[in-house]
């Protein structure tokens, strides 16, 4: 299996503008998630999904961010407009479900920049 | 879920034992420890997790107290390739999937 994937590994874009990050999840996992990480804030996790339902989005910072999951094996993270302070890595990660805990599995990141 | 606290950074000699403290004297009966280490510019890797009983995989090694207040974990003979930040995470298992990362310790591993 060739992990989590997401795409782009790297995103320069101006301030203003739209940003759609994707991820790719491994086959099979129920649960999709989505952090940031900044220097200042650590990582924070933004939203899940359980079986492509967002369950939890109390993470999300504000109605720029959007996030969706069409089917078992893609989502995206879209910000719109972008903004300086939305510079960071966002990681994608997934899991499988069940009654015992499996661990987290997460991507490369995608490394923002807002100018 | 309990918090935890780390100290926020650790050195190690290359080949020596890490040992890697964590305190969560709030942690409720049905909550695992759990730690993740993220090597720079990569996304975090789970490492291992326990409830109470100590645990042990081709890893590291979890020691949990017998009060359950705190936890150490051990790298038993750490390489450069060890060198990163190790999170120490408390939440009840299930299929709740929060997982809340505080600040973690940053281990440096010197030859």
């Known amino acids: 299996d060739a992990g989590v994937i997401q795409s782009p590994r790297h995103e320069v874009t101006e301030m203003g503008q739209e940003v759609t990050l994707r991820c790719k999840p491994i086959s099979g996992h129920d649960y999709l998630f989505w952090y940031r990480q900044t220097m200042m804030r650590g990582l924070e996790l933004l939203i899940y999904?359980?079986?492509?339902?967002?369950?939890?989005d109390s993470g999300m910072p504000e109605d720029r961010f959007s996030a969706k999951m069409p089917n078992a094996s893609f989502s995206t993270l879209k910000i719109q407009p972008s903004e300086p302070r939305d510079s960071a890595v966002y990681f994608c990660?997934?899991?499988?479900?069940?009654?015992?805990?499996?661990?987290?599995?997460f991507g490369p990141g995608t490394r923002l920049t807002v100018l | 879920d309990a918090k935890t606290t780390q100290p926020p950074s650790m050195d190690c000699a290359e080949g020596r034992a890490a040992n890697l403290p964590c305190n969560h004297s709030?942690?409720?009966?049905?909550?695992?420890v759990y730690w993740y280490r993220q090597i720079h510019s990569q996304g975090p890797q789970y490492i291992i997790h326990g409830l109470k009983n100590n645990e042990t995989n081709e890893m590291a090694s979890l020691i949990i107290t017998e009060d359950r207040k705190s936890s150490t974990l051990i790298l038993p003979h750490a390489t450069l390739r060890d060198t990163a930040v190790y999170y120490c995470?408390?939440?009840?298992?299930?299929?709740?999937?929060?997982?809340?990362f505080g600040q973690g310790t940053t281990l440096q591993v010197k030859p």
């Open positions: 999904f359980n079986n492509n339902v967002p369950i939890d």
């Open positions: 709030t942690i409720s009966g049905n909550e695992y």
């Open positions: 990660a997934s899991r499988l479900g069940g009654p015992s805990y499996n661990e987290q599995f």
């Open positions: 995470i408390v939440r009840v298992a299930g299929n709740t999937g929060k997982l809340i």
